[in-house]
């Protein structure tokens, strides 16, 4: 994942100084570009140590059209959670008591997530993060966009149309409200010499903590889509807009600098699922991943 690395020192070089929504400041580019040969291995980060589980179940949940935190926090997956989280505390009054990231927050939001687990209802009002990405994906404006994708695969396989956007300009005021507006905003699909290949276009990108999920996330899902439309692997392309470091990640950039590289893993992925729908978590296996500890570091929210 020498690719990443690289990312990592240009923005630390070449970086401008930035305010943003969060408060919390930024180093950041504008305009960045890496591509992975999917044949070469799964890109799964070898420096730090990724929660591939959340990888998986996020995707699933975005294929699956779930806006609703519920199925995440049921399967142990909390890397959506501040948002609603917030949210709820901006509605009930609470936030102003309850400041960012103190001991008090954190608590707070250790009953949040129960409630959310374990009380439907609650989860049904609190949980919801508005016409996020699966939303998107499978309803824009009435229109399935992977299904349509899948179908337009098999049949125009040399199509310039397999794209899907979760940018819906109409439903983003929404969305802002307790969730994220989608930061992974587009993406397309090409078929070339029986091989698949997406590319994704992403307007922000919180290098350290989100960047190393989207590279996995899409390529998972570039291997899924070819997987069931008979294909063999291709690249996967990451294009991003405002690339970032958040100010209070430096350190953990540094230490993350400092390690060595190993192999990267394998993932098999079920051959007998023909679905793209069909998938289930037990229908991936990561194999020979062998990482350095993970490196933790506070969400920006």
């Known amino acids: 994942m020498q690719q990443y690395h690289d990312l990592l020192q240009h923005v630390l070089k070449h970086g401008n100084r930035k305010s943003d929504r969060t408060g919390t400041g930024t180093i950041s580019v504008f305009g960045y570009q890496m591509r992975f040969n999917l044949e070469e291995g799964f890109p799964l980060l070898t420096t730090k140590k990724i929660h591939l589980k959340s990888i998986i179940h996020e995707l699933l949940w975005f294929l699956n059209g779930d806006t609703n935190i519920r199925y995440l926090v049921q399967n142990g997956v909390n890397i959506w959670n501040e948002w609603p989280y917030q949210n709820y505390l901006n509605e009930t009054g609470q936030a102003e008591n309850l400041p960012k990231h103190t001991v008090g927050w954190k608590e707070e939001m250790k009953s949040f997530i129960v409630k959310i ?18 939303k998107q994906w499978r309803d824009f404006e009435g229109v399935d966009q992977i299904s349509q994708l899948i179908d337009d695969i098999q049949q125009k396989p040399d199509s310039r149309r397999l794209i899907v956007s979760a940018w819906n300009p109409k439903e983003i005021p929404v969305m802002a409200k307790s969730g994220l507006p989608p930061c992974h905003t587009l993406f397309q699909f090409y078929v070339a010499n029986g091989q698949l290949s997406c590319q994704l276009y992403q307007r922000s990108a919180d290098i350290f903590l989100g ?15 070819a997987r069931v439309c008979g294909l063999q692997y291709g690249d996967f392309i990451h294009t991003m807009g405002d690339a970032h470091i958040y100010s209070n990640h430096m350190d953990q950039v540094q230490e993350q600098l400092s390690r060595d590289f190993r192999p ?15 998938f289930t978590y037990d229908d991936f296996e990561l194999t020979n991943y062998d990482p350095h500890p993970p490196i933790k570091a506070p969400v920006a929210v």
């Open 211 to 225: 960047v190393p999920f989207n590279i996995a996330s899409y390529a998972l899902l570039t291997m899924m889509v």
């Open 117 to 134: 687990k374990e009380e439907p209802a609650f989860a049904a009002k609190w949980g919801e993060l508005g016409p996020v990405y699966g």
């Open 264 to 278: 990267l893993p394998q993932m098999k992925i079920n051959p007998e699922v023909k679905d793209i729908f069909g």
